[in-house]
């Protein structure tokens, strides 16, 4: 029954994609990390490690064995669990150190003030990328390119495409 429970769980957590944006994904690690951190507390209680040993001496003496497989199947999702939470709870903890730079960028009207905060946010993501042993390169580039798409959106608000290319054409005969 716990077996099924925290796989329904796991396949469920495999299938969320964080929501549009950096802030997406700073609540999504955060998020992920609650629940995890509450699945690891209630599977490492005294009651669920003397029930599976129980379990598991009864599987050895041959009357229920049966049970083996289910007692691998729930040590397997333990482990899972335990280490997705350790790697949640890593990548939340470096997400609330970028989580202000990326606010400022998500919220900035004014695209110097994006100026002002993007080489903060590019450090830390290089510190974040260099210590970190789950936030690794596919991830890294997913981040950055949600920061670009983000700062692709801000420039396009202030400039419009017809009137560069109109003001280029206009002003071509001063750059001869």
Not at 8 to 19: G, Q, S, Y
Not at 26 to 54: A, F, M
Not at 73 to 87: A, C, D, H
Request: proline fraction near 2%.
């Amino acid at each position: 029954m716990w077996t099924t429970v925290v796989e329904e769980l796991l396949d469920k957590m495999r299938d969320t994609i964080p929501a549009e944006g950096m802030m997406g994904e700073v609540h999504y690690w955060r998020d992920l990390s609650r629940i995890l951190e509450g699945v690891s507390g209630e599977i490492k209680q005294p009651q669920v490690e003397v029930t599976v040993q129980l379990l598991l001496e009864k599987s050895l003496e041959g009357s229920l064995d049966y049970l083996a497989n289910d007692v691998q199947s729930f040590t397997r999702l333990k482990s899972r669990v335990l280490k997705g939470s350790k790697e949640a709870k890593w990548n939340s903890k470096y997400m609330r150190a970028i989580e202000q730079p990326v606010r400022q960028v998500e919220e900035a009207t004014d695209l110097f003030d994006i100026q002002l905060v993007i080489a903060v946010l590019l450090r830390s993501l290089k510190k974040i990328f260099d210590s970190s042993n789950f936030y690794r390169e596919a991830r890294m580039v997913s981040f950055i390119d949600r920061l670009l798409k983000t700062i692709i959106k801000k420039v396009q608000r202030h400039l419009s495409l017809q009137i560069v290319v109109y003001d280029g054409v206009k002003n071509y005969q001063d750059f001869q």
